[in-house]
């Protein structure tokens, strides 16, 4: 060994020796077969920190204790150990023997806790549960990554899935219904390959505390919105929830069976509000420290949800961004979706990005980018919609395509472009560029945005429907009355014609290729699986409807002018006709492959003819159907072409010259 690999050896020691664990700030167990170390951040002292507001000024803790338990719930604790004082806020105590297998919570005086970081928990997340990490870790977990190349934002065809919807029924014909595992089954699996998706977002998987995990047997269905432990993977969506390594194993086994179909794991994460606030484990480990308050005391409420938590204080914002980096870093979470984002503030999901980017280059992050209620922090500070342009690399929902499509958020029965509606083609071209700023779209004609939100089409979230409110079916349903079924088949495919020719990243609602219904409930999140779930069946009964979005993310996937990625681009490569009541239609110029594509979205209940320069075109999209190997072609005269009522025209013509 020379000096130089010397140097490099004792560099690599420093650099991955577990003493880089202690730079953690929530670092709560560690275990060894010897000994394992508790540690907690709690009050040791009042101090500007813990005084969230005069009414919540927090008094430190006299004593911290360690329980040990025997099981994940009910029975006496083994041992209660005192910790000791370990610096400023800081609570520590070792205990000899090999702890795996026990059970631990932490009592602050203000009732027992797993701590704020339970990597591992019991039945129902009200212990923490001290395991081997390494017996987690599925075969081959080591090599884990997701197959294929690296994939821009808008290279990412995002599929919503709730664990439950998808394959619950007995239709699915998966094994594991309901469960995390139901996405390893080779028919899960093919299903998506086949459907062409890249990326599976996941609604809440983390722990939450609205389903009983001790009853399996009982049909119990929440969305999952109220977190309860952040770092662990919900119990119910395990074969057993009372061992607690089964969760975090078969977690992995998703992730590890989806990444080497080339489908990358989104997760959703709640961090802007708990299930509760006096019980939640922030709040009975270091009260007062994680949560926004009024200046009279009380919490706010900027989630709709009785609580919302603080992302600018210290704590608040150390744990997010070792949460979320945790969940890249063990569970090899490809990207996340921030729930109620505009709650958070601009510097910490700047700062989040900018971590998880150190290792995980091209990770995904787009949130809501709104709240649910006014928040206890200043609104030019907070990571909403219009701020997008102050945290590069993150994107956000755009409510101006899905509301120009579908109708108004306030209004079910209300419609949009799809719907016939006047003066809704200036917003969906909005989302046609994915948000950017281009010469063609008239910004005072949009419905929300008066201004550019998106510097990049990548910061964008194409979509026209997802788990909140109604499903895309349904919506058609309320807001066009006497809709016929041939209708709305039209008009749902017309709907994500769309979202998959947007330059902005698209997004789909898991079902919505098999034409779901959640007969018309709005707020389906504690709705029965009868309204919530997935009806295999669908696909025999409208095979057309799969097979024209399988085509449509084909043809993305196909003609790399559907996602150009970059708003200079864009502005250049693609320009609009002139609108017509009811018809959008642009024009794509593919430099590099000499092409030329055109697009038009009719949602009129008449053709609608199109002016089209004369020539020889091949057919990718007409009247319902979708050919991707452009067999058939269209001979377009001085007059242009008709596009047919209520469906998507896409023609592709060569521009090489020809001799
Ligand atoms: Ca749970």
Redesign the pocket.
Known sequence: MNLKTLYAAVLAMLTISPSSHAQKTFNEVSYTPGKTTFRLNAPTEVDAVTSASPQQASTPSPRVTLRLYEQGQGGKALKSIKMEKAGKNQWQVVVKGNLQGRFYTFDTGHGETPGVFAKAVGV??HRGAIIDESTTQPEGWAEDKPAGPALRPTDYIIYELHHRDFSIDASSGLRYKGKFLALTEPKAIAYLKELGVNAVHLLPSF???S?D?TQPQKPQYNWGYDP?NYNVP???YATDATQPAVRIREFKQMVQALHRAGIRVILDVVYNHTFDLAGSNFERTFPGVYYRYNADGSPSNGTGCGNETASEKPLMREFMKESMRYWADEYHIDGFRVDLMGVHDITTMNLIAQDLRKSHPDILIYGEGWSAGPCAYPLEKLAVKAHIQQMPGIAAFSDEMRDALRGPFSDDTKGGFLAGVANTEESLKFGIVGGVSHPDVDLQKVNYAKTVWANEPGQFIAYVSCHDDMCLVDRLKASIPGISEDELIRLDLLAQTAIFTSQGVPFMLSGEEMLRNKKGVHNSYNAPDSINHLDWNNLKRYPQVFEYYKGLIALRKQYPIFRLGSAEAIRRQLHFLPSQQGLVAWQLTDEKNQLRLFVALNANKEARQIPLPAGEYHILARDGHIDTTAKATLTIGEKGTDVAPQSALIVVQSTTPTR
Do not use: Q, R
Request: charged content about 25%; hydrophobic content about 25%.
């Open positions: 129902n997340g722990d939450y505390a389903v995990e309860l919900e119990g119910s």
